[in-house]
């Protein structure tokens, strides 16, 4: 089974509607985050959590929100999608102070198109 | 604001060829430094990581890290159709394994056959 789980894995939806993107992970990691990727741009990241009572904001927030539930689930809400939240969204996990230096570990993506 | 830089190529070598991607950084005290394959479609997987100055060797990979320098490179040898992917070079803070990373835009690499 997959370390790092993201549901659902394509989703086709409206302007204006309210969307949850869910992560989970059996790596029993503390840190989660959650990025998006365009063509061109790179991996984005929108919001990072270093424990269940920690959340911070990434570069591009605005439009977003998160909830980290429990130590293994930390999801993404777009409370009013709009076409250009169009883009692959990746989960990803990590374990500070390892001799693994901080690697992230990536879920298998959620393709989201607003249309 | 950390910047991680990346040609985006596409870079195109012969199957069997040294394939060789570059990544340079602006933090200067960044401790830590990951090369992700990705392909397609599909998320990010970690190819090596290195913490320390010189080369780091794994299989048909090795990373080189120049740290007065801010730079870090992936060589590939024997380069096979499979390798033929996007390469991420990421790079973490000052505090070792306790930072979040910064990723570049990542180098399309196609190995001819």
């Known amino acids: 089974d997959a370390d790092v789980t993201q549901t659902p894995r394509n989703r086709i939806t409206k302007t204006g509607k309210r969307i949850m993107l869910e992560c989970s992970q059996t790596?029993?990691?503390?840190?989660m985050y959650w990025y998006r990727q365009d063509p061109g741009l790179g991996l984005r990241l929108i919001y990072y959590?270093?424990?269940?009572?920690?959340?911070n904001k990434g570069e591009i927030s605005d439009g977003y929100s998160v909830s980290r539930q429990a130590q293994a689930k930390f999801s993404l809400s777009l409370e009013s999608a709009i076409p250009n939240q169009t883009a692959l969204y990746f989960c990803?996990?990590?374990?500070?102070?390892?001799?693994?230096?901080?690697?992230?570990?990536f879920g298998p993506g959620t393709r989201l198109t607003v249309l | 604001q950390k910047e991680v830089e990346q040609n985006s190529g596409p870079l195109s070598v012969p199957e069997g060829a040294i394939a060789s991607l570059n990544c340079t950084y602006s933090?200067?005290?960044?401790?830590?430094f990951f090369w992700y394959r990705q392909y397609s479609g599909k998320s990010p997987e970690l190819i090596m990581s290195i913490y320390s100055n010189g080369d780091k060797e794994d299989g048909r990979f090795t990373a080189q890290l120049n740290k007065a320098s801010q730079y870090v490179s992936l060589l590939i040898r024997d380069s096979q159709p499979s390798d033929s992917a996007t390469y991420l070079c990421?790079?973490?803070?000052?505090?070792?394994?306790?930072?979040?990373?910064?990723f570049g835009t990542g180098t399309r690499l196609t190995i001819i056959p």
């Open positions: 933090d200067r005290v960044s401790q830590s």
């Open positions: 990421a790079v973490g803070g000052p505090r070792f394994g306790n930072e979040k990373l910064t």
């Open positions: 790596k029993g990691h503390d840190r």
């Open positions: 959590s270093f424990d269940v009572k920690d959340i």
């Open positions: 990803a996990t990590s374990d500070p102070n390892t001799k693994t230096g901080g690697t992230q570990y």
